[in-house]
């Protein structure tokens, strides 16, 4: 059984940067299709950007192309999520997935596996 967590998250004034960390455990996710989405407090949970299993396809959601970076390192078991010139639109709860079958989507309902989420909170 493969779990997610993620770490890295905390507050940031505007403008600053964090890194999100995503472990995975129990079994190698090199293989799987990583993904990132984040959930703002009364809202749906949004597609941030995701990764093939070689990390050769990087996808972003047009609100964080450019300021956003996902990389991958599998001899770590990692993903992770380089965020930058962050904005307080950016507040939010951020979840990492990963797709067995290694499928790259933007879709939430494809992503079988998820991590508890860890907390960003960009200050204006």
């Known amino acids: 059984q493969v779990q997610l967590v993620e770490s890295g998250g905390g507050l940031v004034q505007a403008g600053g940067s964090l890194r999100l960390s995503c472990a995975a455990s129990?079994?190698?996710?090199?293989?799987?299709?990583m993904a990132w989405f984040r959930q703002a407090p009364g809202k749906e949970r949004d597609f941030v950007s995701a990764?093939?299993?070689?990390?050769?396809?990087?996808y972003y959601a047009d609100s964080v192309k450019g300021r956003f970076t996902m990389s991958r390192d599998n001899t770590r078991n990692t993903v992770y999520l380089q965020m930058s010139s962050l904005k307080p639109e950016d507040t939010a709860v951020y979840y990492c997935?990963?797709?067995?079958?290694?499928?790259?989507?933007?879709?939430?309902?494809?992503?079988?596996?998820w991590g508890q989420g860890s907390q960003v909170t960009v200050s204006s």
């Open positions: 997935a990963a797709d067995p079958l290694g499928r790259v989507g933007v879709t939430r309902s494809q992503y079988g596996l």
């Open positions: 129990g079994r190698t996710v090199s293989t799987y299709a």
């Open positions: 990764s093939s299993w070689t990390g050769g396809r990087t």
